[in-house]
C-alpha cells in the first residue's frame, strides 16, 4: 500500500508494523505528532500508547517494558533527551529484552526549540547505537529496523531524526504489520539490573563494549549504508542532508562518474569497515552534516588511524556553515567547490531572497488567558508600589513564553523545563532584596516544577510563583497532562490536581483564581508579592482554543468607528491579534479571529468596543 505520510505519521506506522506494544513520550516539537497519530488512528489496535509526565518517566516506562520483552518506543525532543539522560546511560548498562527504540527530534535552525542541540553526541556518551533517517519511507523503515536491531544487540536504539524528516510529506510504501509484542518473563539478575555494585558495573561496561562490536555485521542484513555513483570526488552524507544533495547533483550531468555519494545511516558506532570500503580511491572527501561536525571529525579520525591522507571538507574548512539549517544553496557552492566549477543554484532561491516580508513576533492567541494573566501580574506589580522592571519575572517553557514579546515585555529568562521557580530562588539566595515572580505552566509544572517548589519551601525563600493553568499541554499541539480525567486513547484516569499537590508540598499562601476576574488577580498578585514564603497563585482559565473547540464561541466585540479616537490603548495593552489598525486609523476587530475575551473593550477608555452576538 502506499500513503501519502508525515515522517511523525511514517515512524506511527513503523511502531505499528515492528509489533510495538508500549510507547511512550513527552510532548516536543518536532517529535509530537508520533503519539499525537497513534492516538488518532489507534482504535482497535492493541497498543499501550499514553504521553508521561516528563521524558524521564517515559524512558523508564519503556525500558521496564522492554525488560519484560514487551517491544516499546519512547519519543522525545532533543533537549528531551538531556532530561531522560540519567536512565538512558544506565540503560546500556543492564541492556533490554524486548526491542526499545529512543526516538530523539533534533531541530537544526532552530525552528521551535531553545538550543541547536545536536544529540548524535548522545550516542558516543551512552554508547548506544544510533541511526538516522534521511526521509518518511525511511522514518518508517527504520523504526521497524530499530527495534529488530534492538533486540539483536540487547541495548536502546536510538532513532535520530530532524526537523524537515519529522514534517516532510511523501509518499510511503507499507509492509505488513506485526502483532504486538508483549511481556513474556522477567528474570531476577542483579549483576546486569543493579548498579550498586561496582564489580558487576565494570563487567557490564565490558559487556557493552562487546555489543557495540557486532553491531556493524548486524545493521548489513538491514540494508543500512549505502553508495552511489563511482567517481573520486566523493560525498559522505547523513539524514535530510542526503536530500539536498541529490538535488543538487541532479543538475549535474552524469555525476556518478565524478561523484560518489556515500550515506551513512548509522552514527554509531560509526560503520569503519563500510567506510573504509567505499572511501577507498577518493581523492577529496566532502561531509554534508546539519549541526556539528560529528561525522567529519569521525572520518578525519578513522582516516588518521588509518594513515590514509584524504583532503577532508565540510563544516571544519568552512565549507558549510557550522550553525543553522542546511538549503540546497549552501550545499550547492559546497559540491561547486569540489567539483571545481558553478552548480546552478537552486531556481527557487531568487525568488526567495526578493521578496520583503514585514517581521512579526508570534502573539499569544486571540483570548489567551495567559494575556489576562500577566497583564494582571504587571498591574499587580504596579498596586504593590514596585516600579514594573524593579520585580525580576522568570519564565518557563510554553506558550506563555510569548509573553516576552512587545507590549507585555513581561518574563526576563526563559531557561529550560520547571528552571523559573529555581533561578528565581537562585536569585534570591543570592542576596536580591526585592520579590521575585516564577511563572510556569500546569504541564511544565507537573514535568519539572514540582521538585524547585520543593525545594524553594524547604529553604523557605520568599518567592510569588504563578501557576499557568490552562488544562493542556497547548504549545505542542493540545496534549493530555496528568489532571486529566481520560487521556486521548480512552484510558480513564486519577486526575492528579495542581492544588492538592501545592497543599501537599506545604506552600505558605495558596490562592486559585480565574484570570479572567483581572481584578481579583490584580489584587491576590499586589497582596502575595509583599508577603514572606512561598506564595503561589494558580491562575486557572482554559486554554482559548480548547474552549473554543468545546463551547464555541458565545460572543464577539466590534469597535464603534464613531467613539474609537484612534489612542490604540486596546492595542498597546492586549497586543491581540485580532485587532487591527483600518484605512481610516481606527482600530478594527477581525471577526472571524475574535473569540469574546473581552479584554480590549474594559481598557478602551472611552467605551468604543461593544459586545455583538457571534452571529454578526
Ligand atoms: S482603545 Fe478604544 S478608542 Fe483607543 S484605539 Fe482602541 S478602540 Fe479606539
Ligand atoms: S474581545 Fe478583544 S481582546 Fe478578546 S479576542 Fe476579541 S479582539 Fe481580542
Request: hydrophobic share 40%; net charge neutral; charged share 20%.
Amino acid at each position: 500500500m502506499r500513503l501519502a505520510l508525515m515522517g511523525n505519521e511514517a515512524i506511527a506506522r513503523g511502531v505499528i508494523e515492528s509489533g510495538t506494544y508500549v510507547v511512550t513520550g513527552y510532548p516536543g516539537t518536532p517529535s509530537s505528532e508520533v503519539l499525537m497519530t497513534l492516538h488518532e488512528y489507534s482504535e482497535g489496535l492493541d497498543l499501550y500508547a499514553e504521553w508521561a509526565v516528563n521524558e524521564r518517566v517515559a524512558f523508564e516506562i519503556a525500558l521496564g517494558a522492554s525488560l519484560g520483552g514487551a517491544r516499546s518506543l519512547v519519543t522525545m525532543k532533543g533537549p528531551g533527551f538531556n532530561v531522560a539522560s540519567d536512565p538512558i546511560l544506565s540503560a546500556a548498562y543492564s541492556g533490554v529484552n524486548g526491542g526499545l527504540t529512543i526516538l530523539v527530534a533534533d531541530d537544526p535552525g532552530p525552528i521551535t526549540t531553545q538550543t541547536e542541540q545536536d544529540s548524535r553526541w548522545y550516542a558516543k556518551l551512552s554508547k548506544l547505537p544510533m541511526i538516522t533517517p534521511s526521509s518518511p519511507q525511511e522514518a518508517k523503515d527504520f523504526t521497524v529496523v530499530s527495534q529488530l536491531l534492538s533486540e539483536d544487540v540487547m541495548l536502546p536504539v536510538i532513532l535520530r531524526t530532524t526537523t524537515r524528516v519529522n514534517h516532510a510529506v511523501s509518499e510511503v510504501i507499507t509492509g505488513d504489520v506485526r502483532p504486538p509484542k508483549k511481556y513474556r518473563e522477567f528474570r531476577k539478575d542483579p549483576p546486569r539490573y543493579v548498579r550498586a555494585g561496582m564489580a558487576w558495573n565494570l563487567e557490564r561496561h565490558k559487556w557493552l563494549n562487546n555489543q557495540l562490536k557486532t553491531v556493524e555485521g548486524l545493521v548489513r542484513k538491514y540494508g543500512l549504508n549505502k553508495v552511489w555513483g563511482e567517481g573520486s570526488s566523493c560525498v559522505v552524507v547523513e539524514g535530510v542532508s542526503y536530500n539536498y544533495v541529490m538535488e543538487v547533483l541532479s543538475r549535474v550531468e552524469s555525476w556518478e562518474r565524478k561523484i560518489r555519494v556515500v550515506k551513512v545511516d548509522v552514527l554509531y558506532p560509526i560503520p569503519r569497515n563500510f567506510l573504509l570500503d567505499s572511501l577507498s580511491g577518493c581523492k577529496e572527501i566532502l561531509v554534508v552534516e546539519e549541526l556539528d561536525p560529528y561525522l567529519e571529525e569521525s572520518i578525519k579520525a578513522l582516516l588518521q588511524d588509518q594513515d590514509l591522507r584524504i583532503k577532508v571538507f565540510g563544516k571544519l574548512s568552512g565549507y558549510l556553515p557550522l550553525e543553522g539549517e542546511l538549503n540546497t544553496r549552501v550545499v550547492s557552492q559546497a559540491v561547486s567547490r569540489i567539483l571545481g566549477h558553478e552548480v546552478a543554484e537552486p531556481y527557487h532561491d531568487g525568488m526567495i531572497k526578493d521578496l520583503e516580508v514585514p517581521t512579526r513576533p508570534p502573539p499569544l492567541c486571540p483570548g489567551c488567558p495567559h494575556r489576562n494573566s500577566y497583564i494582571a501580574m504587571l498591574l499587580g506589580i504596579a498596586k504593590a508600589g514596585y516600579k514594573r522592571d524593579e520585580i525580576p519575572v522568570f519564565g518557563d517553557i510554553g506558550c506563555y513564553a510569548l509573553s516576552v514579546n512587545p507590549p507585555l515585555n513581561a518574563i526576563w529568562t526563559e531557561h529550560s523545563m520547571g528552571a523559573s521557580i529555581s533561578m528565581a530562588m537562585g536569585l534570591k539566595v543570592g542576596g536580591f532584596d526585592k520579590p521575585v515572580i516564577a511563572t510556569i505552566g500546569d504541564s511544565t509544572f507537573f514535568h519539572a516544577g514540582i521538585q524547585p517548589l520543593i525545594e524553594a519551601v524547604n529553604k523557605r525563600v520568599d518567592l510569588l510563583v504563578l501557576v499557568l493553568d490552562n488544562s493542556v499541554v497547548a504549545m505542542t499541539g493540545h496534549q493530555s497532562t496528568p489532571a486529566w480525567e481520560t487521556t486521548e486513547s480512552g484510558r480513564v484516569t486519577k486526575p492528579v490536581e495542581i492544588v492538592d499537590v501545592l497543599k501537599s508540598i506545604g506552600v505558605d499562601n495558596l490562592a486559585v483564581v480565574n484570570p479572567f476576574e483581572i481584578d481579583e488577580m490584580i489584587n491576590k498578585v499586589s497582596e502575595f508579592i509583599k508577603k514572606p514564603g512561598v506564595n503561589v497563585i494558580v491562575a486557572k482559565a482554559p486554554c482559548a482554543l480548547l474552549k473554543v473547540r468545546r463551547e464555541g464561541v458565545k460572543k464577539k466585540y466590534t469597535v464603534l468607528s464613531s467613539k474609537c479616537v484612534s489612542c490604540l490603548a486596546c492595542v498597546r495593552l492586549t497586543g491581540c491579534p485580532a485587532l487591527y489598525i483600518g484605512d481610516d486609523n481606527k482600530v478594527k476587530i477581525l471577526m472571524d479571529d475574535c473569540v469574546g475575551c473581552g479584554l480590549c473593550a474594559r481598557y478602551c477608555p472611552y467605551k468604543a468596543i461593544v459586545e455583538v452576538s457571534p452571529h454578526e
